[in-house]
């Protein structure tokens, strides 16, 4: 098959490349380098069965050229993360709903199947834990633009659907909840790259808040294996939106404890108030937990790899960074 992966310069876009390749397809990427890097995509550089743009979405011929010869896209391009999306929230609106608009308009004129990246953020301050697909969603005020990355991706769900139902385009939504492994920039705010950093030096690790909201981490490797298996059964998933990630809940406050444990640091805590690590008035959720029967059902998928391993994968990553920096 051949496949298109927008973003795939990026953390999750590059461990999809690495997995489709592996099993014999052919792989596109267009990426803008604007949060993804050179140097996450230069083991595939000379693949036969590779090839890059680096370019915008907001480039009609290119990506009309690079839909015109897949079967299928991955929508994974995006602006990420809550510090950029706090920072840029003009970019961040404009990136996620006029980029995925013209993904769209691309893939309805070659018939692709396409898969969006949605995100966990759109359910938003809901209680009813864990989050379900068919829930309702509960934002906060548009006055606070952090809820603007949650609103931009809602809003590419409902394209994503809309020409689903009306055009017949064979659209499918994940909803990634944290995805964390090798490979992620702790410089967008990604908690786990940040705290690993922060230990390996010895530094304080810095909590936001007062460190007990939980979130639920997913290995990108098990993110993948899910992507795969959503690409390969379009028979059964089109139409669908579809949760991704662990129910393996753990506090921040535990995250900072496990990874300093794991990586043997002798950092300590401490906590920040979000006013002063986002904005004032910043609104955190307290709890993120999916519930993940409805892909399970659909695809046979379930994420194997628990925090420990996830933990070990991110602290070898970053000391071979280091070294290697080291020794360039
Ligand atoms: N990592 C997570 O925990 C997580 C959670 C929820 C949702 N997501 C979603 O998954 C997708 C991938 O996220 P990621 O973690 O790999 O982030 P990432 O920032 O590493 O990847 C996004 C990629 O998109 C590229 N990009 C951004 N704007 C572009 C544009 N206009 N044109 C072309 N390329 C552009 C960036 O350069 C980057 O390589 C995103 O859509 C994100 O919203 C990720």
Redesign the pocket.
Known sequence: MHILI????????THLTRRLLARGDTVSI???????NLDNIREFTGHPLYSFAI????NPLVLDRLASQADAIFH??????VQLVVERPTETIE?NVL?THAVLRAARRYRCRTII?????VYGKGIKIPFSEEDDLLLGSSARSRWSYAAS?LLDEFLGLAAYREFGLPVTIV??????GPG??GR?G?VVPRFVRQAIHGEPITVYGDGEQSRCFCHVQDTVRALEFLLDRPDSTVGEIYNIGTNHEVTINELAHEVIARSASSSSLRHVPYSEAYAPGFEDMRRRVPDITKIRQAVGWQPSRTLNEILDDVITYERQRLDSVAVA
């Not at 909803?175 to 964390?180: A, E, L, M, Q």
């Open positions: 927008t973003g795939g310069a990026g953390f999750i876009g267009l990426d803008n380098l604007s949060t993804g370019d915008t979405l907001d994974l391009a995006a602006a990420v993360g990136t980029g990246a949605s995100t966990s953020e991706k909803r990634f909840f944290n995805t964390v992620q920039t967008y990604m």
